[in-house]
């Protein structure tokens, strides 16, 4: 079956430094390739998504590339803040348009500190 | 943009009462809905989808007579939760796709159920 791997967390960081987590992915055919955040006790935010190889997702500074080759989506950023303390998550669904589309099948999430 | 709403947002039942989350979508209609389920400090596990006017489909290990699911409508999924049980305790999230909705998965705030 589909599955999502994350790189493990914690991750600490101070403000401004470089993010990436890490995720790779094992599914059939051509899914689709998402970024969630989490800030704590809320629900989660779309963040970035990605539908096809070689696309390229971003938002708010976050960008992450599809690459069928090597099965990744790792999310970066190139100066983080304070404020993106989060949890992140990485998700893949079925190919957009296919009736699986939105039956999302998630990583184990990374959680973020970003420091001052 | 799209919006998905849950309700209530936390609820606190007792032991072998039921307890219904509400799922709506305000601006598009859903005519597929995913539950999700995330436990303290874990990711989250589809649960079933709903897709309106027919039979959720539950995922392995989800013990349908005890989680109810209705899709009634294009706007409005509910999920209820029969007989609680403190192990029931946990965070319910739904997520919404459908005409209007751009290919969008949109997730609710989610929901704080505690059974005491």
């Known amino acids: 079956g589909d599955s999502v791997t994350q790189m493990e967390g914690p991750v600490t960081l101070s403000e401004e430094a470089f993010l990436t987590i890490n995720c790779t992915y094992t599914a059939t055919g051509y899914p689709s390739l998402f970024w969630y955040v989490q800030y704590p006790g809320e629900g989660l935010q779309l963040l970035l998504k990605?539908?096809?190889?070689?696309d390229k997702g971003s938002n708010k500074g976050f960008e992450a590339t599809y690459r069928k080759e090597t099965t990744s989506f790792h999310l970066e950023k190139g100066s983080v803040q304070v404020s993106d303390s989060a949890v992140y998550f990485c998700?893949?669904?079925?190919?957009?348009?296919?009736?699986?589309?939105?039956?999302?099948?998630f990583g184990q999430g990374t959680i973020l500190t970003v420091h001052p | 943009g799209a919006v998905v709403s849950q309700h209530p947002s936390r609820v606190i039942c007792k032991s072998g009462t039921s307890v219904k989350i509400e799922c709506r979508s305000l601006d598009f209609q859903a005519t597929t809905m995913f539950w999700y389920r995330q436990f303290p400090k874990q990711s989250l596990m589809l649960m079933a989808t709903s897709n309106e006017g027919s039979k959720a489909t539950y995922e392995q290990g989800v013990e349908k007579d005890k989680f109810l699911i209705n899709h009634a409508s294009l706007t409005l999924s509910t999920l209820t939760v029969t007989s609680a049980h403190p192990e029931d305790s946990s965070f319910y999230i739904c997520?919404?796709?459908?005409?209007?909705?751009?290919?969008?998965?949109?997730f609710g705030e989610g929901s704080w159920l505690t059974v005491v």
């Open positions: 998700a893949l669904s079925g190919n957009a348009g296919g009736t699986s589309y939105g039956k999302l099948t």
């Open positions: 997520s919404a796709r459908g005409a209007g909705s751009g290919n969008t998965i949109y």
């Open positions: 990605a539908t096809k190889a070689d």
